[in-house]
């Protein structure tokens, strides 16, 4: 079935990858 919106995995792989990028930010502050 057809809703419209993207796939739960592509949504998954992007939440994930913007999860990945703030934690990757946040180290990078915390270190320098």
Do not use: E, F, K, S
């Amino acid at each position: 079935m057809h809703t419209g919106y993207p796939d739960n995995a592509a949504i998954i792989q992007i939440l994930q990858n913007l999860g990945n990028t703030t934690v990757r930010h946040a180290l990078n502050r915390a270190c320098n």
